[in-house]
């Protein structure tokens, strides 16, 4: 039964003689949640992830389970472990576990067989990692140590009750920084060398400490424990590969940064090409986790081993999405027109409607994906008269339509002020100092504002490309009229008349006049006003998050079948 493990030093391989066992007590008398040690978490018997974890330590060469109860010694037995059965007298509440081990070790010691280092280790700790495992036996090893505890930082302002008064347990009260740490142990790992060991203690002289993250740090004692461990347990690893730069707008990157914000129960990882700083710089501002590439993006993506892939991208080729399929990815694809679409599992596009019957495509506004901010906005009154107009072309604006509709509006002979949101990609900023300096307009420039909506409530009416943003004026509810930065916004079917937005084509060919003209009727009739902003509400524009969500995770377990 002996195993030979190597220390590996920066100079040379030492080759060590370790006897390595991992005792895990598990009592069949729970309280708390009953019979927790053989119920069912997120699939499996609670005792099976830490039997799992064990055995795929690179250490550990016997895993015994000590136990009173039949049921729980044979879920042990099924998922690999020995076990040794555990008197009556060392199974009540009010046992601790120091007797439990030596109970053990005893019975392994009679038989011949005598381990050099023990491992206690939960089954309510089933979020532990085998890399923290093995991190523990070789942190005892390297540094010569009798025991290990795995531990979380539990600093904090404490009091302390005594004799029916409290006192505080902190000479000064500071910032939870600044104040002497406090560690609580864990009961995930407590590794000790044998001669550590007796029926009261597992703990010797030479001590130190393993840093468990809260994840890890679990124990479960509790139902609202149980349920936080379901949580993490169930939890999907989804990756966002999405960019935005100056030609592809920043709509990519708000809609993937509104869908990861929503998707709380999961891991999310947002894939960016490296030649695209811009978008990484948004994406960094709301504290999402962040791998970029260079060149290929398909070793990356087989690395991160994602349980959902998502592209916003635009089109995909067929080579792309194959590589995808054959790494055996669930992939969901937005927005996508482009040949490889027909391999994603699923493809999403509030923007389009749908030309053919594919199966695993769903178009239109009811999948539309608003920002939160647009959940809890609501549209002021609408005044007869017009009396503030907001101009926002997006992160990019490529086609200046902002200086274009300014310059249109100067000719009008209404009294209005105007308000101009610039993205952050925008970079016609001498063009439109140039037509501010020489303009009388009540003019009002701001740049990266955090919370639109609120303009667009206020406003009378909203000048906006074809993309959408046209969403977020009609679910604010405020009259809008479009202008398509590119051919491909041209097919953006949403902003038409029937929805209450007028579209007045590709912006670039359409005449300042018309632009002038449709202002001024809408200014003049006040009735027409009110009639976009019905059609407008026509639509539940702000439950199109949760069928896309609902959608992606019944298509992604589907597959999974």
């Known amino acids: 039964m002996e195993k030979f493990l190597s220390k590996i030093n920066k100079e040379t391989i030492v080759p060590i003689k370790e006897k390595i066992i991992a005792i895990i007590p598990a009592r069949g008398g729970s309280k708390g949640i009953f019979r927790k040690n053989i119920r069912l978490l997120a699939g499996k018997p609670l005792i099976a992830y830490i039997l799992e974890t064990a055995k795929r330590s690179k250490y550990l060469q016997r895993i015994i389970v000590s136990t009173e109860d039949h049921e729980i010694a044979e879920t042990a037995r099924r998922f690999g472990a020995e076990v040794l059965i555990r008197p009556k007298k060392l199974s009540g509440d009010e046992i601790p576990l120091d007797p439990v081990i030596h109970d053990v070790l005893q ?13 206690t280790l939960q089954p309510t700790s089933p979020t532990l990692k085998v890399e923290t495992l093995d991190q523990a036996i070789e942190k005892l090893i390297d540094e010569k140590l009798d025991t290990v505890i795995s531990v979380k930082d539990a600093t904090h302002i404490y009091w302390i009750e ?9 000479e000064e009260r500071k910032n ?22 007796n029926e009261d203690s597992r703990i010797g002289e030479n001590i130190s400490f393993l840093y468990l993250s809260a994840e890890e740090a679990i124990d479960i004692d509790s139902p609202m424990d149980w349920w936080l461990t379901e949580k993490i347990l169930s939890r999907k690893k989804i990756v966002f590969r999405v960019d935005g730069y100056r030609k592809i707008g920043l709509g990519h990157i708000y ?10 129960d999961h891991r999310v990882i947002f894939l960016m090409d490296s030649r695209y700083p811009l978008g990484i710089s948004i994406v960094k501002q709301s504290h999402q986790e962040i791998v970029t590439f260079k060149g290929d993006s398909i070793p990356v993506i087989e690395t991160l081993n994602s349980d959902i892939l998502i592209n916003d991208i635009l089109d995909t080729d067929v080579q792309y999405m194959q590589s995808l399929k054959r790494l055996g990815k669930f992939v969901v694809n937005f927005e996508d027109l482009g040949e490889g679409a027909q391999y994603a599992n699923l493809v999403i596009n509030a923007l389009y409607e749908s030309p053919m019957p594919y199966t695993n495509h769903l178009w239109g506004p009811d999948y539309v994906c ?15 008269e017009v009396k503030s107009i907001l ?12 200086c274009k509709v300014l310059s249109a509006l100067d000719k009008c002979e209404a009294d209005f002020k105007v308000t101009v949101i610039l993205g952050l990609g925008y970079i016609h900023d001498s063009s439109l100092s140039q037509f501010l300096a020489n303009s009388k307009m009540n003019c009002q420039i701001r740049k990266n504002v955090k919370f639109i909506s609120k303009y667009m409530a206020k406003a009378d009416i909203v000048y906006t490309s074809c993309g959408r943003t046209v969403y977020e004026v009609a679910a604010v509810g405020t009259p809008c009229i479009a202008l398509a930065q590119n051919d491909r916004e041209m097919g953006h079917l949403y902003a038409n008349i029937n929805n209450g937005i007028i579209n007045l084509g590709l912006g670039k060919t359409v005449e300042e006049k018309k632009i ?17 902003q019905k059609k407008m509400q026509r639509h539940d524009l702000k439950s199109g998050i949760d069928r896309v969500l609902e959608a992606m995770f019944h298509h992604y377990y589907e597959f999974r079948k």
């Open 162 to 170: 005594k004799g029916g008064n409290f006192s505080p347990l902190y």
């Open 370 to 384: 608003l920002r939160d901010e647009f959940y809890s906005i609501k549209k002021e009154k609408l005044r007869p």
């Open 107 to 119: 019975k392994l010691e009679r038989k011949g067989y005598f381990p050099t280092i023990i491992v």
């Open 176 to 197: 939870r920084q600044l104040l002497p740490k406090i560690l609580k142990e864990t009961g995930s790992i407590l590794a000790s060398r044998r001669q550590a060991i």
């Open 391 to 402: 101009i926002t072309f997006g992160g990019v604006d490529e086609g200046n339509l902002t």
């Open 255 to 264: 809609r993937a940064l509104t869908l990861a914000q929503r998707i709380m």
């Open 516 to 532: 002038t003209e449709v202002t001024e009727e809408l200014i003049n009739k006040p009735h027409l006003r009110l009639e976009m």
